[in-house]
Nanobody, 118 residues
Framework: QVQLVESGGGLVQAGGSLRLFCAAS????????MYWYRQAPGKQRELVAA???????NYGDSVKGRFTISRDNAKNTVYLQMNSLKPEDTAVYYC????????????WGQGTQVTVSS
């Protein structure tokens, strides 16, 4: 299992930008997929973005064209660049790592709050 620590959240006005960081406790080279999820009050957790070990990416429909996920293997860090933020992007953002080595092992961070004011 890997420990994940998110940072970079905060309060921003609509139309602004934030960059989230997910720092892993060990090398992320062997992590099959790393994700960003978010959960707003009273709503289910939803997928925001995903990036594979090979660099392929996938995005939730609500963030396509505005958010970009990337990874720096040398720094054991995954990023989420969020542009053109909207009030509906307000949520706790979680980093998630999935490793499959015979069995599947999932790890989650504690989350970072993003609040977008109108």
């Amino acid at each position: 299992q890997v420990q994940l620590v998110e940072s970079g959240g905060g309060l921003v006005q609509a139309g602004g930008s934030l960059r989230l960081f997910c720092a892993a406790s060990r090398s992320i080279l062997s992590i099959n997929v790393m994700y960003w999820y978010r959960q707003a009050p009273g709503k289910q957790r939803e997928l925001v973005a995903a990036i594979t070990s090979g660099g392929s990416t996938n995005y939730g429909d609500s963030v396509k064209g505005r958010f970009t996920i990337s990874r720096d293997n040398a720094k054991n860090t995954v990023y989420l660049q969020m542009n053109s933020l909207k009030p509906e992007d307000t949520a706790v953002y979680y980093c998630h790592a999935m490793v499959v080595v015979g069995i599947r092992v999932d790890s989650w961070g504690q989350g970072t709050q993003v609040t977008v004011s109108s």
